[in-house]
């Protein structure tokens, strides 16, 4: 069966650190992946998606970047954090590369503060 | 930019009584999905209909898609108080994008 890692589960930060939250992906192949950011009682803002290994489409900031440097491994990054940059992380990820549209699994989130 | 946006924001009902969430959308779409979260959590793929279908069931859940509103409803069915959470609609192809949500509170 496949299942969705995400890591770290919560994190406080420093206004201008770096930031590094990873999603792994285990049990399928070619999946599509993607990032999304949700603000304290707000629905989903799409950041990246990615349908194959160096193929990112970015959504957002420019201060935010995401890599996807092995098939079912997506990273989301920033060099220096803002404070807006708080927030309810989650990685999902989504059938076969190619079969668009169809239904989303979710990692159990990553909480940003940034103090 | 948000496909979907849900109404109402928030909802608050008896258990036992049923809960209606509509969708809203902008789009044309091939198909349109519906997810919950429990606070604090990943979201959880409840139920998929496609753009050629009126209607779909799944226990408790009824979707509806009138695609020339483009609109969608959510009907949860004799609620019960675990029913409590978010619910969210979703369209998109590789780009999937979900609405605010709607909070349901369900009271024992």
């Known amino acids: 069966s496949q299942t969705i890692h995400q890591w770290p589960a919560t994190l406080v930060q420093p206004v201008g650190s770096p930031l590094s939250l990873e999603c792994t992906v285990e049990g399928t192949s070619n999946p599509n992946l993607y990032w999304y950011r949700q603000a304290a009682g707000r629905g989903l803002q799409l950041l990246f998606y990615?349908?194959?290994?160096?193929?990112i489409s970015s959504e957002v900031p420019q201060n935010l970047s995401a890599s996807r440097p092995q098939d079912r491994q997506f990273i989301l990054s920033s060099k220096k954090l803002l404070l807006s940059d708080s927030g309810f992380y989650l990685c999902?990820?989504?059938?076969?590369?190619?079969?668009?549209?169809?239904?989303?699994?979710f990692g159990e989130g990553s909480r940003l503060t940034v103090l | 930019s948000q496909q979907g946006e849900e109404d109402p924001q928030a909802l608050s009902i008896q258990e036992g009584e049923n809960a209606t969430m509509n969708c809203s959308y902008k789009?044309?779409?091939?198909?349109l999905q519906w997810y919950r979260q429990n606070s604090g959590r990943g979201l959880v793929h409840l139920i998929l209909?496609?753009?050629?279908?009126r209607e779909k069931h799944s226990g408790r859940l009824r979707v509806t898609l009138d695609t020339s509103k483009k609109s969608s409803s959510l009907l949860i069915t004799a609620s019960r108080a675990a029913d409590t959470a978010s619910y969210f609609c979703?369209?998109?192809?590789?780009?999937?994008?979900f609405g605010a949500g709607t909070r349901l509170t369900v009271k024992p």
């Open positions: 209909i496609r753009s050629n279908e």
């Open positions: 789009t044309s779409i091939n198909n």
């Open positions: 990615s349908v194959g290994i160096g193929q």
């Open positions: 979703a369209t998109g192809d590789n780009d999937m994008r």
């Open positions: 999902a990820w989504s059938g076969l590369a190619g079969q668009s549209g169809g239904e989303l699994f």
